[in-house]
């Protein structure tokens, strides 16, 4: 067995016979060196083929998994907070060698300014890394992982900063503020009534097509490539609902049902925040309008909270629930759709407690 070549710098004198005395080992204990030592060669040659920087994961994981993912936003969240915040302290070190020191060197200077963004940075870490394991690329614990591990050594959130919930009216004033919202002219104060009145997201109602309504049942179906659930869904319309919708027909020169300035182009998402300002109410949000409805629909009526969270089109966490929950309880969110409509409209129910049957 050749230890190395005479006078080659590589191997000295000293070394060599540490290198034969290693093999003369091995010979003792039963085993043959030389092919120990091709084994040894052959294993690292794997290592190396094997071996994947972070970077190269995240971006096999992101290509793996953006079908998924329905909201394009989302998708270019992903590459963006790691281009940010991980690649420049461990994007090019293996897999591997990603640790709970360098998780902390990414978290901890934006745990406390950029909460949320840090709280997103982290799930993606940790889930890049369960890829990875999962490929064979690394072993062991996931150091990226918060129950039981991170939450032990970074603040919890809701101890570095309070909640913060989207600005929403009470919904006592929700009346007159659509009294006052009536008398603004445009495109978007329609379109901020009808977001109201169907408890929707701003994304959804600014997008919608004339294709998805059927006044004459009522009816707005969103496609499941425009929901936030990536699930088709059914929207049961008031009459006040159908009101807005009839009056823009007569005038529809776009499919959008709410077009905006640019020809072929929806209403822009900022438009109905502009036209809060306008009416000089910069304390409120669109979306916190979906919380006044919420608060409506708990204190006021006695619909099961069930009907008010797929009214909502909230997904169902409880996996049991959701596997026996099959339908969409089209005809009690129907009802509660005409009583939110109602209150919102008609000052004479402005107290009233809605009622229906059993469930």
């Given at each position: ?332 969110r129907r009802q509660l759709a005409d009583a939110w409509a109602r ?17």
């Amino acid at each position: 067995m050749g230890l190395g070549t005479a006078g080659d710098d590589d191997v000295t004198p000293a070394q060599a016979r540490e290198l034969a005395a290693r093999a003369r080992q091995v010979v003792r204990d039963g085993g043959d060196p030389i092919e120990a030592r091709k084994a040894e060669r052959l294993q690292k040659k794997f290592d190396a083929a094997k071996a994947m920087t972070f970077r190269q994961c995240a971006e096999a994981y992101i290509g793996a998994k953006q079908t998924e993912w329905g909201n394009p936003k989302h998708a270019k969240q992903w590459p963006a907070t790691l281009s940010t915040y991980v690649y420049p302290i461990f994007g090019d070190l293996p897999v591997q060698a990603v640790d709970v020191g360098l998780v902390l060197k990414a978290l901890e200077p934006i745990w406390t300014d950029k909460r949320e963004t840090a709280s997103r940075v982290r799930g993606r870490i940790e889930s890049v890394l369960d890829w990875a394991t999962a490929r064979g690329y690394r072993a062991g614990e996931n150091p990226a992982r918060w129950r039981g591990h991170l939450e032990s050594l970074l603040a919890k959130r809701s101890k570095v900063q309070q909640v913060e919930h989207h600005a929403a009216l009470p919904y006592p004033e929700v009346g007159a503020f659509i009294t006052e919202l009536r008398a603004q002219e445009g495109i978007a104060a329609r379109a901020l009534e009808f977001t109201i009145l169907t408890a929707s997201r701003t994304g959804e109602v600014i997008r919608a097509t004339w294709s998805e309504l059927d006044l004459e049942a009522r009816l707005w179906t969103i496609p499941g490539e425009r929901m936030k659930a990536g699930k088709e869904h059914r929207v049961p319309l008031s009459e006040a609902a159908v009101a807005i919708l009839v009056a823009l027909r007569e005038v529809r020169q776009s499919n959008f049902v709410f077009p905006g300035q640019h020809v072929g182009r929806p209403l822009s998402n900022t438009a109905m925040l502009k036209l809060l300002k306008r009416m000089g109410r910069p304390d409120l949000t669109v979306h916190g309008f979906r919380a006044a409805f919420t608060d409506w629909a708990a204190e006021r009526t006695n619909f099961p909270d069930e009907v008010r969270q797929m009214a909502l089109a909230h997904t169902v966490s409880d996996k049991v629930e959701a596997a026996y929950r099959r339908g969409d309880l089209f005809q009690k969110r129907r009802q509660l759709a005409d009583a939110w409509a109602r209150y919102c409209t008609a000052p004479a129910v402005m107290a009233e407690v809605v009622a229906i049957g059993a469930r």
